[in-house]
Nanobody
């Protein structure tokens, strides 16, 4: 069974940092572009960041550019999201998936809550 498990969320103060991890199991994702997405209460899920299979190309939503950094370790089949200078509006459930996302690979996500 293919699984993408996001972890590392929690409670942070505004201006703080968190590092999310996305571990893949059941198959290798090292040849795919991977993405991070988030869904805030009452809002649709939105794109946050993406990284090409080689790590040589990254893309960010305008709202997180300059604050978040996406990276990956293909040997560990894991993708990371370093979140710095957090803002209350970053509060959401964060998910990882292929990019563009595959509906079969949405996991449970990890909750990030940023207090002001």
């Amino acid at each position: 069974q293919v699984r993408l498990v996001a972890s590392g969320g929690g409670l942070a103060q505004a201006g703080g940092s968190l590092r999310l991890s996305c571990a893949a199991s059941g198959r290798t994702f090292s040849t795919y572009t991977m993405g991070w997405f988030r869904q805030a209460p009452g809002k649709e899920r939105e794109f946050v960041a993406a990284i090409a299979w080689s790590g040589g190309f990254t893309d960010y939503a305008g709202s997180v550019k300059g604050r978040f950094i996406v990276s990956r370790d293909n040997a560990k089949n894991t993708v990371y999201l370093q979140m710095n200078s957090l803002k209350p509006e970053d509060t959401a459930v964060y998910y990882c998936n292929r990019h563009p996302p595959d509906p079969n690979y949405w996991g449970q996500g990890t909750q990030v809550t940023v207090s002001s």
